[in-house]
Structures are given as structure tokens and as C-alpha cells.
């Protein structure tokens, strides 16, 4: 992390340099370019306060690397959307308590990312994530919700959560909650419950 603040001090916007975002690990696996990028509105991007630093890489080291590891076959994972500033969430149109942009009035709310798995479909990634002992590795995960329309996975460690929760979202703004054994098997749920055939792939 001193490397990284260092990297970092003083930069008014990030786009215009890639090599220090690039260079400035997270975690192992994940950069601090992943962390803040927006491909539709960088102009929007800021660097982020140190503290905000600070959570997100606490959030790829205790989720997005377990993740990777044992639910996306150790394969890259593409990221759509982790840290947000409050206008960028605003112009994106996140819900204005989001916990993508980690605080909110000064209080945390955990931390969120939109991820693609590479090495396995998201309904495998969906189904692992739902393993008890996958999700032991992972004890700050508290909400998981998955896009079929839009093939990603929504992680986040939201405070106001004390559990675990499991969701589709099938359009923008609509959620519904599925157990955990639902998500287990999301396949045969996307199925039945939602009539629509899927595979789990690999």
C-alpha cells in the first residue's frame, strides 16, 4: 500500500496515467486501474482517497482473490465496475446509497464489483460462490447477484447485510432473492424458475 499511495500522490485524474495505475497492484491479481477505471465516462475518474484505497484493496485481497482462485478456475477476471465516485455512480445511475461508491456521508458501506469471469460461465462462478466452504474463504462477502442478461456477477461486502444474500436480476432495477441452495444449483433454478435454459459450462 506505501507504494501505491506513493504511486498515486498527487495525480489530479487517472486516465492520463496508465502506467502508474497499471503498475499499482491491489492484490496479486488485481490493479488499482481496475479499481477506479470507467470506460464510458473517464472523465469523470479522480484518484480516490487513500482510505478508499485502503478498502479496496482489502476487498481484493479477501474477495476478488479467493474468488478468482476457487470460483473462476484461477482464470483473469474482467471487471465492469468496482470504485465510484459519487458522480460517476450518479452518471452510471446507481442507486444514490450504492455500495460501489464505499461511502457514503461519510459512512462505509463495504465495497462492490461487477465482475466477468474468464476461466468458467458466470453460473458456474454463481454456483461456487454458493459452496460453504468456498464461502468460508470469503466470511465479508454479503451479497451476490447475477446478471444473465448482461453476463456478470455483482459481489459486495454491504455492512447493512449480516448474511449472505443471493439474487437474479433479469432487468435493470428488479431483483429476486433465491436461497443459497438455489444459487448451488442456479442452473437447473434459471430453469425452472425462470424459464430459461442455461449452461454451467466450464
Known amino acids: 500500500m506505501n507504494?501505491?499511495?506513493?504511486d498515486?500522490?498527487?495525480?489530479?485524474?487517472?486516465?492520463?496515467?496508465?502506467?502508474?495505475?497499471?503498475g499499482a497492484q491491489l492484490s496479486k491479481h488485481f490493479t488499482a486501474y481496475e479499481f477506479v477505471d470507467s470506460t464510458r465516462y473517464p472523465e469523470l475518474?479522480?484518484?480516490p482517497p487513500p482510505e478508499v484505497i485502503r478498502?479496496?484493496?482489502?476487498?481484493?485481497?479477501?474477495?476478488?482473490?479467493?474468488?478468482?482462485?476457487?470460483?473462476c478456475a484461477a482464470k483473469p477476471v474482467k471487471i465492469n465496475s468496482w470504485y465510484r465516485n459519487h458522480v460517476l455512480n450518479a452518471r452510471v445511475g446507481g442507486v444514490e446509497n450504492s455500495v460501489h461508491q464505499i461511502y457514503y456521508n461519510d459512512v462505509f458501506l463495504g465495497v462492490a464489483a461487477d465482475t466477468v469471469p474468464s476461466g468458467v460461465s458466470i453460473y458456474t462462478a454463481m454456483s461456487r460462490l454458493a459452496d460453504p466452504k468456498i464461502m468460508a474463504r470469503m466470511p465479508q462477502l454479503r451479497t451476490v447477484i447475477i446478471y444473465p442478461k448482461n453476463g456478470f456477477i455483482h459481489i459486495d461486502t454491504a455492512v447493512q447485510r449480516d448474511n449472505?444474500?443471493?439474487?437474479v436480476s433479469m432487468a435493470k432495477g428488479k431483483y429476486e432473492y433465491i436461497s443459497q441452495d438455489e444459487a448451488r444449483d442456479i442452473v437447473n433454478t434459471m430453469k425452472?424458475?425462470?424459464?430459461?435454459?442455461?449452461?454451467?459450462?466450464?
Open 3 to 6: 507504494r501505491l499511495n506513493n
Open 8 to 22: 498515486l500522490a498527487g495525480i489530479p485524474g487517472v486516465r492520463d496515467h496508465y502506467r502508474y495505475l497499471a
Open 45 to 47: 475518474v479522480v484518484v
Open 55 to 71: 478498502q479496496g484493496a482489502d476487498f481484493a485481497n479477501d474477495i476478488l482473490e479467493p474468488y478468482r482462485e476457487l470460483c
Open 164 to 167: 449472505v444474500v443471493f439474487m
Open 192 to 202: 425452472n424458475r425462470f424459464k430459461i435454459n442455461v449452461s454451467g459450462g466450464h
